[in-house]
């Protein structure tokens, strides 16, 4: 007998942790190539299939926690048309790009051995309603976090460094890696080569990124002064900011607010 998905979904959008959705999936609905929008987390509750991430193959079963990065592709499939249920959650914000990298999800994105996590998971799920559901999937991030082991190397613990720092910072127009550089005590070049290469985009464009998120998160909250927006990200210029959002988001700033506010 096929069992239905379960979909519950948040509302609300206060939290630099924001978490869009609690699903339990049980009907191969992601079995098709798709590219992440935002975050996920995933717990394999039963089956055995693939997780197809950025082209690399990955065995999943029962216990396995896994995770897809946002522009990743990905796909997630059971063995042989077999059933595979799992749950998960997407998420974005400040604190999910924290999390990401202080536990070096980037490189270490499959892991095994979890099935002590299914029930809290499976009560969470049934949990989850629309008063309490931002909570619910806070908690079980979180919980599911803390049960990993952050990474001890030198080069993860820098650009670790590099990403706290930022986070703390990025809303300050001087911000850069020449400062990040300074602040920590390495070449600027070495910095930059390096954080390309774990991250895989340059520290302007993962600066930019935030920033516009952070434009995006402010927007989402109500403020509609494009000018305050702008320097309340860290852009000096307001035209500028508005020429980066365009290019980022797939419009302007003064028609992103229109849109949020037909929503609401």
């Known amino acids: 007998m096929e069992r239905?998905?379960?979909?519950?979904?948040?509302?609300?959008?206060?939290s630099d942790l924001i978490c869009f959705n609690f699903i339990k999936e049980c009907n191969n609905a992601q079995n098709n190539r798709r590219s992440a929008e935002h975050f996920?987390?995933?717990?394999?509750l039963?089956?055995?299939?693939?997780?197809?991430?950025?082209?690399?193959?990955?065995k999943i079963e029962k216990g396995t926690l896994f995770f897809v990065c946002e522009?990743?592709?990905?796909?997630?499939?059971?063995h042989n048309g077999e059933t595979l249920e799992y749950c998960y959650i997407c998420f974005r914000g400040r604190?999910?790009?924290?999390?990401?990298?202080?536990?070096?999800?980037?490189?270490n994105n499959v892991l095994?051995?979890?099935?002590d996590m299914i029930p809290f998971w499976e009560e969470c799920q049934a949990l989850a309603e629309e008063s309490n559901i931002d909570i619910v999937c806070e908690s079980v991030i979180l919980y599911s976090m803390a049960k990993l082991?952050?990474?001890?190397?030198?080069?993860?613990?820098?650009?670790?460094?590099?990403?706290?720092?930022t986070q703390k910072n990025f809303t300050d127009p001087d911000i850069s890696v020449s400062a990040i550089a300074d602040i920590l005590g390495y070449n600027e070049k070495y910095l930059s080569t390096h954080f390309k290469k774990k991250k895989g985009i340059t520290y302007t464009q993962y600066l930019r990124e935030q920033r516009i998120k952070?434009?995006?998160?402010?927007?989402?909250?109500?403020v509609e002064s494009v000018k305050n927006i702008a320097l309340l990200s860290g852009f000096r210029d307001a035209l500028y900011f508005s020429k980066v959002f365009a290019a980022s988001v797939g419009m302007p700033p003064k028609d992103y607010i229109k849109s949020i506010q037909i929503e609401e």
Request: aromatic share 10%.
């Open 4 to 14: 239905n998905n379960v979909c519950k979904f948040n509302p609300y959008r206060s």
């Open 40 to 44: 996920s987390i995933h717990l394999v």
């Open 46 to 58: 039963n089956g055995n299939g693939t997780f197809v991430c950025d082209g690399i193959e990955h």
């Open 71 to 78: 522009g990743s592709e990905f796909s997630i499939e059971s």
């Open 95 to 107: 604190r999910a790009n924290e999390l990401i990298f202080r536990f070096n999800i980037v490189d």
């Open 112 to 115: 095994h051995g979890y099935s």
């Open 149 to 165: 082991s952050p990474v001890k190397n030198e080069k993860c613990d820098v650009v670790s460094k590099v990403i706290e720092l």
């Open 214 to 222: 952070h434009a995006i998160f402010l927007i989402e909250q109500g």
